[in-house]
């Protein structure tokens, strides 16, 4: 079992930044592939960006190819997400989610979740 635990959420402004991180415990992620999801109020959770198990390769989508930077430090078991450039669009609470093996942007085919984290972007 991987246990995930998601931190940094907050309120900031558009334009500011923030830096999630999502740890984990239980056993070791160096070999899962890692995703960031949010979920707006009342919509679908959706895809943020992921990272393949050796950080060498990553997806973005395009909503925030440019402003997001995702990145992991498996001595740390640790994965980030630099959001830059805040819009409101980006309030949601965001999630990260492990799969063992092999990367996917679908969101049913990954193995553990975190609770999320609230982010808020002010106008």
């Known amino acids: 079992q991987v246990q995930l635990v998601e931190s940094g959420g907050g309120l900031v402004q558009a334009g500011g930044s923030l830096r999630l991180s999502c740890t984990a415990s239980?056993?070791?992620?160096?070999?899962?592939?890692m995703g960031w999801f949010r979920q707006p109020p009342g919509e679908e959770r959706d895809l943020v960006t992921t990272?393949?198990?050796?950080?060498?390769?990553?997806y973005y989508a395009d909503s925030v190819k440019g402003r997001f930077t995702i990145s992991r430090d498996n001595a740390k078991n640790t994965v980030y997400l630099q959001m830059n450039s805040l819009k409101p669009e980006d309030t949601a609470v965001y999630y990260c989610?492990?799969?063992?093996?092999?990367?996917?942007?679908?969101?049913?085919?990954?193995?553990?979740w975190g609770q999320g984290t609230q982010v808020t972007v002010s106008s």
């Open positions: 989610a492990a799969r063992l093996l092999y990367g996917s942007r679908n969101r049913n085919e990954y193995d553990y």
């Open positions: 990272i393949n198990w050796s950080g060498g390769s990553t």
């Open positions: 239980g056993r070791t992620i160096s070999n899962y592939n």
